[in-house]
Nanobody, 124 residues
Framework: QVQLKESGGGLVQAGGSLRLSCEAS????????IGWFRQAPGKEREFVAAIKSISDDTKYADSVKGRFTIFRDNGRTTPYLQMNSLKPDDTAVYFC?????????????????WGQGTQVTVSS
């Protein structure tokens, strides 16, 4: 069982930035993908970005390309989601998730473990 915990959410004005982190408190598989998803009130959970554990390969939703960056620290452990030029439409609960393997999936059902989420609110 992998336990994930997001941090870094908060309230920010439009145009501002936030950095989310996703820490695993238990041992992770040898190869895995970390995905970031978000869910706004009344909407389905949607894919934001993903990164592989064994390389710098990434994938982004069109809505965040050029504004958000997913990356890991130098130790290749903790993944982060750097969010710049935030918009009110980015307001949501952000979740990190882990799936075994190397496929940069955008589908929620293909992720095995999930964090509890962190609220991001962007005011206009």
């Amino acid at each position: 069982q992998v336990q994930l915990k997001e941090s870094g959410g908060g309230l920010v004005q439009a145009g501002g930035s936030l950095r989310l982190s996703c820490e695993a408190s238990t041992r992770t598989p040898n190869t895995y993908v970390i995905g970031w998803f978000r869910q706004a009130p009344g909407k389905e959970r949607e894919f934001v970005a993903a990164i592989k554990s064994i390389s710098d390969d990434t994938k982004y939703a069109d809505s965040v390309k050029g504004r958000f960056t997913i990356f890991r620290d130098n130790g290749r452990t903790t993944p982060y989601l750097q969010m710049n030029s935030l918009k009110p439409d980015d307001t949501a609960v952000y979740f990190c998730a882990l799936r075994r393997g190397v496929v940069l999936s955008t589908q929620t059902g293909q992720y095995d473990y999930w964090g509890q989420g962190t609220q991001v609110t962007v005011s206009s």
